[in-house]
């Protein structure tokens, strides 16, 4: 029996000891008084520039020195007792001057676990804005596997200072997780866990554990492996406590249990932790041997990020920005999809100019073009959301596909039978004194009728598309589905009324 690695509490006790019971709110009320604070000081900053003048400067630079210690000393009560996440949540809400302010005031022994915390666009302001031999401070304070996750944000050099220190089983360790792609189990797994040998009695298991100073995180089981390190089984702590402690292990714990490969898909081993509602599972390599564990933490984030990335590139923007970052940076993410909506734009517009004797005849047409558009719209974005989460959750497939379709388009039908009607009928009395009412209202309700069942289409298309094509389904799908709906909106519905106005 060996473990793979044990936790470290001491920090952990130290911070429960200044903290207490967090609140979870605890983040959001954090923000509030920081914000505050920086806002009085902000006050107090310009007071004393205003009072520079007929003052030495010797003693001016001593004035401004003394009120810069005294906001540092009120800020540390407000950032010492936060936990890491939550001072992530902080620093994210911050402007880039005042996180810095912050980040500085951050104690060094507890910078790895924040920047853990942090997004990637944030962790990289703060990396820049952080001197090298901080740098390696934190990344020597790193796991292997928070290590590995940041190592391509780090400089080289401190990474290869960091790795040289490290043992040679965190060695191995790092080298194992920085060698899986970004979306595998193996980028995301942990290497701390328990392991037991089967031919031993739950009394040596127990006595075993005892000498932990404390389990690591999340340990709901300990993995069973034979002495070449072969994933058998796992053994529920609950199994531990309720049997009688001359069995064996062999003979009460559970084979039938979840193992990752390390080279799966991350999101398809978060969605597994949903659905059987997981705490931790193993994960071993190609010829079966036990190398780490997923936790349900990494699940929970993994979903969270999958869904971050999805809302993104469902809007168009290639990557997740800060939210304080420069105007430039931020404008430059947003570019992509601006330009080609900019096209699409200009290609409705023709689509327009080729029917303007149409629209010169029935000026109305001007007035009602957008309902049609907009409507149609949507319900094309009702139909692509529900597409691509079921395409996320892998319920969609080609047996079921045609189904799907035939389905959506029937709820499109209906609905633009139904809607198209009443707008028709809208537009009929809103133009009934002309001899063009009837006319219109038939129009409108065709042109609904048809751009929502081509809505629908576009829905399901583009992202099945994307997927197929190994890309992200939500990749600016409603920049794709708003060109396709303006564009073939128009051209139905003016197209319609070329036929019936003639």
């Known amino acids: 029996m060996s473990p793979t690695s044990t936790a470290d509490p001491d920090n952990d006790l130290e911070s429960s000891k200044v903290m207490g019971p967090r ?6 009320h954090a923000l509030e008084e920081i914000q505050s604070l920086f806002a009085r000081f902000r006050l107090e900053t310009e007071v004393v520039q205003k009072e520079k003048f007929g003052v030495e400067p010797d003693r001016q630079q001593l004035v401004e020195q003394l009120v810069a210690r005294q ?24 402007p880039r001057e005042q996180r810095e302010k ?6 060094e022994d507890r910078r790895g676990e924040v920047m853990v915390e942090l997004n990637e666009a944030v962790r990289q302001s703060l990396i820049a804005e952080t001197s090298r031999e901080a740098l390696l401070r934190i990344a020597q304070s790193l796991e292997p596997d928070d290590l590995a996750a940041m190592a391509d944000e780090l400089p080289f050099d401190i990474v290869e200072r960091v790795r ?3 043992t040679i089983e965190e060695r191995e360790q790092l080298r194992q997780a920085m060698s899986y792609s970004d979306d595998s189990v193996g980028a995301r797994m942990d290497f701390e866990m328990v392991t037991i040998r089967d031919d031993v009695t739950l009394e040596v298991v127990l006595r075993y554990l005892r000498r932990f100073d404390e389990l690591p ?3 709901d089981q300990v993995f069973v492996i034979d002495r070449k390190e072969t994933l058998l089984g796992a053994l529920p702590i609950g199994h ?3 049997n009688e402690p001359e069995a064996l292990v062999s003979e009460v714990m559970r084979r039938d249990i979840l193992s990752l490969n390390a080279r799966d898909d991350a999101y398809d081993a978060a969605q597994a932790f949903e659905r059987y509602d997981l705490v931790s599972a193993p994960v071993v390599n190609d010829q079966g041997k036990l190398i780490g564990r997923l936790t349900v933490s990494e699940a929970v984030d993994l979903i969270r990020e999958e869904s971050d990335s999805e809302v993104l590139a469902q809007a168009g923007l290639r990557e997740e920005e800060d939210l304080f970052s420069s105007v430039w940076a931020s404008a430059k993410n947003r570019w992509l999809w601006l330009g080609l909506n900019l096209c699409t734009a200009f290609f409705a517009s023709r689509v327009i100019g080729a029917f303007e004797g149409t629209i010169e005849r029935v000026v109305a047409l001007a007035a009602l073009m957008p309902i049609v558009a907009g409507i149609a719209g949507n319900t094309g974005n009702q139909t692509m959301t529900l597409f691509i989460r079921s395409l996320a959750l892998g319920q969609v497939t080609a047996g079921n596909l045609t189904r799907l379709l035939a389905k959506e388009l029937s709820i499109a039908g209906l609905n633009g039978l139904v809607w198209g009607s009443v707008a028709g009928l809208f537009a009929w009395w809103l133009y009934s004194e002309t001899s063009n009412g009837l006319l ?25 598309s994307l997927h197929r094509l190994g890309r992200d389904p939500a990749l600016g799908s409603s920049v794709l589905l ?21």
Do not use: C
């Open 71 to 94: 906001q540092q000393s009120a800020l540390l009560p407000k950032i010492r007792p936060l936990h890491a996440a939550d001072l992530a949540y902080v620093l994210e809400a911050l």
């Open 240 to 242: 531990l406590l309720v």
């Open 23 to 28: 609140e979870p709110e605890a983040a959001q």
């Open 102 to 107: 912050v980040w500085h005031l951050v104690a």
């Open 482 to 502: 708003t060109f396709s709906t303006d564009s073939l909106g128009f051209f139905i519905f003016l197209g319609l009324a070329s036929l019936f106005f003639g």
């Open 164 to 166: 040289q220190g490290l």
């Open 217 to 219: 995180d999340h340990t």
């Open 440 to 464: 219109l209202g038939i129009t409108m309700m065709l042109a609904i009728l048809l751009n929502l069942l081509v809505a629908a289409l576009i829905a399901i298309f583009v992202p099945m």
